[in-house]
């Protein structure tokens, strides 16, 4: 892993926060989210992601992923978001948004999700 002291991967190219912002969102979920995001295509098959028997917390940030990366949030429950959502779950959320946004900085956490999803 790489990381830079500004909190940026070095992984990470400009002009995808898309892309890069599910994958902060879901890689607390590990493998059985970011299975269904075909990084070098572009593509999350929605279906399936949708499909898993997630708990509530796991399938706030499932829907979080899916609305930052349609840009539509209509449906989803900011409130629960921001209310119940603990640790992990909760900063990787917030490095999300901050990652769609455009917003250069992000955590540490952030920066290792990245690097994870996008090492080859």
Known sequence: MTTTT????????????????????????????????????????????????????????????????????DGFDFTYFAISLGGEFFQAGIDAIAIRRGLGNFSTDGVRALDAALAP
């Open 6 to 73: 500004a909190g940026v991967s070095p992984l990470l190219p400009t002009g995808d926060s898309e892309l890069y912002s599910v994958l902060v969102a879901l890689a607390p979920l590990g493998d059985r989210a970011l299975q269904h995001v075909d990084i070098s295509r572009r593509e999350i098959d929605v279906d399936r992601l949708l499909g898993k028997g997630w708990s509530s917390g796991e399938r706030c940030l499932v829907e979080l992923a899916l609305a930052l990366w349609s840009g539509c949030t």
